[in-house]
């Protein structure tokens, strides 16, 4: 007997000679009203069936029970309240079957607990249809930016468009964005939206590109003609019902060596050979060399964060080192009274011999100033020397010159070179003297 004949068959009133074997309650029985036998053949044969097809459905026990005790004419009304749904969750589908109730109701008997941020489809309060497929996509955390902070929310979206309206939802009022996964593996990752249109902004340039299909992040800068590397940052944004802007945003990270000079130091050594105020270097000073490595990022070209690394001497700095001369000459007075004797004893017969230490030949000055400085008064090349005859400075202060050589007229300047010649000869200016021809 087929379920539809269960249904439709109409059951007469069984008398209490046939009902005392088939319900084994309490329930009272009138002997009174007794069925025929004819009735008791045809239920006999009617309840074997319905028997064996609720216990091939698995049908509760208390339901049998229920159903026997209702008589065969209910089983048509239970057998439509009676529902086998397919429950998905993420993809995964399990069966369901319960007596009547809603959606709702087919959840809890696959003990799924849902969250405010999962989707359910259809709504939890719409009533259970036999064969109906109920579909749950689950919330889960994934990071977005409100107001430029990084936070934690929830979405049941597929699309980062989607999670973007979801993010906005949650936070209203606010500035949301997203920085989207490029790596199709990882669990949050998602394609930027099913189809429309996403602005690309990059190195001061704004791009469209109409998305047809579920593009990547790399998908769509291939569409824009732009590349991003690792480091680059990429910030997906979307303002109420508008048009969802991707932004990259240039990221180094390098190491960067640079040299700066250590300056050497310089040592004076006074030495008693050298003529007073004389000078010679001893060793020649060299500047040492420090190198520092600095760890650099960039954001579009601007440093925004700097840390040095190491910084050694890889050179050292070698100290210069100049005699000074400390040995005194004669003074003029000296010279003088020298001469003095020397003529009062050529008076006596004994005759000097030439020199040239009394010359004063305006043209062997000027041959002297034209070799030492090009004869300029005001020469101070840096070297320690100074003035037309290059004076040392502790020369021109010991034989009376005032302030710098390179500072005095040039009558001044050949006052105290006569002065320094009656005192060093003409070797205190060594090759030049020579070729004025008076040394």
């Known amino acids: ?176 964005a997203m920085i989207p996964s490029r790596d199709t593996t990882s669990e949050n990752y998602m394609p930027l939206m099913k189809s429309g249109i996403v602005t690309v902004t990059a190195d001061g340039t704004t791009t469209s590109v109409t998305v047809d299909h579920e593009m990547s992040v790399d998908d769509v800068l291939a569409a824009a003609k732009l590349t991003a590397s690792e480091t680059d940052k990429l910030l997906a944004s979307k303002p109420a019902a508008g048009t969802m802007t991707l932004a990259i945003t240039r990221i180094t990270r390098q190491t960067v060596t640079s040299t700066e000079p250590i300056a050497h130091e310089t040592e004076k050594r006074d030495d008693d050979t050298l003529a007073l105020g004389t000078t010679e270097v001893i060793q020649a000073g060299e500047d040492g060399v420090t190198t520092t490595t600095t760890y650099v990022e960039t954001t579009d070209g601007k440093t925004t964060f700097s840390k040095v690394l190491s910084s050694e001497t890889t050179k050292e700095p070698v100290k210069e080192i100049i005699a000074v001369g400390t040995k005194e000459e004669p003074q003029p007075e000296q010279i003088q009274a020298s001469g003095q004797q020397k003529t009062q004893s050529s008076e006596s017969g004994s005759a000097p011999a030439a020199t040239h230490s009394s010359v004063d030949n305006s043209d062997v000055w000027a041959a002297i100033a034209q070799c030492e400085s090009g004869g300029n008064p005001a020469t101070n090349t840096g070297n320690g020397y100074y003035g037309m005859y290059q004076f040392a400075l502790s020369t021109w202060q010991a034989y009376g010159g005032q302030g710098l050589p390179s500072e005095a007229s040039a009558a001044e300047q050949l006052r105290v070179a006569k002065l320094v010649q009656q005192g060093q000869g003409w070797g205190a200016w060594g090759a030049c003297a020579a070729r004025a021809g008076v040394y």
């Open 1 to 176: 007997m087929s379920l539809c004949d269960n249904q439709n068959m109409r059951t007469p009133r069984l008398q209490p000679s046939t009902r005392k074997y088939l319900v084994s309650d309490n329930l009272s029985v009138n002997p009174n009203t007794a069925a025929p036998q004819e009735h008791h053949d045809e239920e006999a044969k009617t309840k074997p069936a319905l028997l064996s097809w609720l216990a091939t459905h698995k049908v509760l026990s208390v339901i049998v029970a229920v159903l026997l005790v209702a008589g065969i004419s209910g089983t048509g009304w239970a057998i439509d309240q009676y529902h086998s749904v397919t429950v998905t969750v993420d993809g995964k589908p399990t069966e369901v079957s319960l007596l009547g109730g809603t959606v709702d109701s087919a959840l809890n008997k696959a003990n799924l607990k849902i969250s405010d941020y999962d989707v359910v489809t259809p709504t939890r309060d719409q009533k259970l249809r036999d064969g109906m497929t109920i579909t749950v996509m689950r919330a889960h955390g994934i990071p977005g930016i409100v107001n430029g902070k990084q936070v934690t929310f929830y979405t049941a979206a597929d699309t980062i468009d989607g999670a973007l309206d979801d993010l906005a939802e949650q936070n209203p009022g606010t500035t949301v």
